[in-house]
């Protein structure tokens, strides 16, 4: 990889603010565009008002997701909205553009235009980086929402991947009683082996009544309106997954249920660390590239 780069943050939350601060840190250039004030002046780092010179990047990072649905960039630290497709128009496929969560619609901006957005949440070590803060901040949640302590508490983590494997381990750890619940047999033949019970999530409903707290990783509903009403009706509720989600949020709130659907965990309880593990895999993504 060039020691130097001219780098372009485009859009994104407190994660990409603080990538931004980390790349310029490290001595590139470094401009942001609809990302709000630098949260902290560092040499390098620049923020434009309009994205004129964007064309004259290496590399332009978009944010996770890229999309906020109705062709508009994802930039909820500015002052205005953006449309992503003046932004796509003033570049060309020299340029190495990624993103996080493309999504078709961006995805299909970009063909028009010949270019193609790299995704970086698709990166296994990112999505591990991701896991950690998710637990922890899984973990955060709980605390503050349950009435009792966590050590003691029934526990039930849906979904036997990276994050469940953390999110079931962190739980364990101050105290709690932990299940697990997965469709592969493989993976609740992990669980059972490292301490959890282990149910199979086709037979969800048969045995929810029991648990204080249900942790969802898995983002497709596996938690409608059967599963729910067998749920106690002070049990909480996090919903960990990315769209669509696991709840079936109308059947819970008809229910009485509380559930916490909490996305992008890691921008809000570490956007620091988040930001450090987006830097890391967009350099193993240069590399590759021989950039």
Known sequence: MKHELNIWVVGGD???AKLAQLLAEDGHTVHTYALGEPQEPTPGLTAEVSPRYIDKADCVVLPLAVSNGEGLLNAPLALSEHPLAPILDRLSPRQFLCGGLVGGEAEELARKRGLTIHDYFAREELAVANA??????AV????EHMPITIHGAKVLVVGFGRVGRLTAQRFQALGARVSVAARRYDQLA????MGYGGEHLGQLKDWLCGYDLIV???PAQVLGQGELEAVKPDCLILDLASKPGGVDLSAAGELGLTVIWALSLPGKVAP???GAAIKSTIYNMLREIGL
């Open 190 to 193: 992990w669980a059972q082996a």
């Open 216 to 218: 969802n990783t898995v």
């Open 132 to 137: 950690v803060p998710t637990a922890e901040g």
């Open 14 to 16: 407190l994660r990409q």
């Open 140 to 143: 955060q949640l709980a605390m």
């Open 272 to 274: 620091s660390t988040a």
